[in-house]
């Protein structure tokens, strides 16, 4: 029966960020939430449960404050969490979580798949995935759409540029979930009462005895605004009469 | 050493990194060089498009991703110590990059949108964060400087007569023990959403498939290609990926992008930042997609598409 660890981050929800009058990005109001594709990798991890057994573990690399994430997690299935906490991991970079990661993963979990999200909500780089399989030396399939276990051997469907591909690997397998792979749950009061009551293993950059050394340099960001001045037209025949006119006085449609 | 490496799953794609590659190696004085799949003739093309060097990767078995390569291109990387390695941001292309610069202990800027050496020969980049509602500038400290490079950033490269290049071929890649057991094409979509002058974009407003006809039929009238939100392909799969638009699909700069039923969330809107004039329709007055058009109507689009069919026939 598979041991299944799935990884999610827990990150400032985007619709909350509202570039400031100065052009730089206020976060004072945002708030957090479990990254979309995410909920996709931790339904997966339990959906193959459901269907093979074994266990699920949710693991997570954040700043000290992230217990809602736990909890929020956990509230979607998974039987226990790691969670790699510090007050320096603020802002990490994919090497860095990637690195911590393969580190306890290797070192005190038991995994024969691995499921990340295709990429974060917040940094959208879509490394940590593959680049945790690299350090562990295993398997990756990225950007799967459809999973499946048998006789040992994990069947992925990928996208593909050209289409999608079906995959075959042995496990210990890591794999990258898109967002069409399943639905992920709406977890209920009783998955949140219960997800308290589930086992959290704390780990600190103390425990790791390793360094993880900032290789990315970040020189500043800045708002992309995309702002425009709307005019606003009601539903009346005279509104679509003069919305339509307001188009075709920019010159921009060549009929009419 | 140094240099400036390039490498593309896709001929389109190869050509567009030769343009980029080679204007950064001339301003830093080195060489491009190319790592492709292919014969001798392809290397001769890439050379004569702007590569001083092409390492050519051997057939791969039928059964054998193309990811098989990443331990050889490592490698080669490892020996080489190019300055500057940059990869197609194709969906293969992104997982090679990440596991390259993994197995490479550095770092990687995913699909920067601007590049400039600055006066110390450092690679500045740009890139898209919080949904495309920031732009983030970074530089890597570490060897080779990765980025990976979206689609159409670049025009293609030409052709120049008498350029003259090495080309080494590199050692077949060990097979991983990932097997390719199915490939399947995917469905031809009607138009090419990216060249389009108008475009009309159909999103989860929209109850079922049929309807996506009342859009097209709008679409007919003002001679547009119709486009979709990310819901509409990836979730309910009622068009394909081809025309999704947005952060992990398309950009596209149509002179008219309307939007029917589209909520206007970041990934999708900075797909369209460049349009001309940006028209909505939602039923919903607090949409966030009337923040960043041009006009808007608020109203249910069962009742304004029609309409609008009319009023545009006149
Ligand atoms: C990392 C990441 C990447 C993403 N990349 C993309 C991307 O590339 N492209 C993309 O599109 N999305 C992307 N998304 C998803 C994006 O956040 C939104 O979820 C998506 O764009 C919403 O699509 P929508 O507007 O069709 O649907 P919804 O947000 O559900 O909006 C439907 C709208 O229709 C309106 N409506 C309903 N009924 C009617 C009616 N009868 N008449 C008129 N209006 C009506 C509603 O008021 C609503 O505003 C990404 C998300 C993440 C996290």
Redesign the interface.
Known sequence: MPNIVCCFKWV?D??Y?K?SSSGK?DLEWAEYKLSDYDRNAIEEAVRLQEIYGGGVTAVTVASSDATKGIKDALSRGPEKAYFINDDQFENL???QT?AILAQVIADQIDYDVIICGE?S???????V???L???LGI?????VNQLSIEDKQI?AE?????????????MPVLV?V???INNPRVPGLKDTLAASKKPVINIELEDLASEYK???????????S??????????G?E???A??E??RK?G????? | MSGVWIYAD?YEQVFELLTAGRGLADSLGTKLTALVSGDNDTAQDLIARGADEVLLFPPLAEDQ?V?DYVPLMADEAREADPDIFLIAA???G??M???I???L???????CITMNIDDKGKL?MER???????????????RPQMATIPPRAYEPAQVIDSRQGSVRTLKKPEP???????????AQSSGDISAA??IVCAGRGLEKQEDLDLVRELAGV??AEVACT?PIS??K?WMT?ESCIG??AKEVKP??YLGIGVSG???H??GI?EA????AVNSD?NAPI???????????LY??VP??IE??K?
């Open positions: 400032v985007e619709a960020i570039p990005i970079e994919p090497s990637s990429g909500s917040d940094m959208y780089s879509q490394q995935g593959p680049r399989a690299e350090k398997p990756c399939i990225a950007f069947i990928r996208k593909t540029d050209e289409g999608m591909e079906v995959i075959s690997a042995p990258t898109l967002p069409d900032r290789l990315l340099i970040d020189k500043g960001l800045k708002a992309a995309i702002e425009r001045n709307c005019t606003h037209f009601g539903a025949p509104d679509i009469k919305f339509v307001a188009i920019t921009v449609i060549d009929r009419g | 896709k991703p990811q194709s969906l293969k992104k997982e990059g990440a596991r610069a993994a197995r202990d550095t770092a990687l800027c995913s699909e500045q898209l964060m919080y949904g495309g509602s920031a732009i983030q500038t970074v530089s890597i400290n570490s991983s023990g990932m097997k390719v057991i199915d490939r399947k094409g995917k002058r108008v003002l001679g990310r990836e979730e799969h990926e952060l992990s002179a008219l969330q970041i990934q809107l900075v930042r001309g004039i940006i028209c007055e009337f923040e960043s058009a041009d006009y808007g109507i608020t109203g249910d009742k304004i309409a609008l009023e545009f006149k």
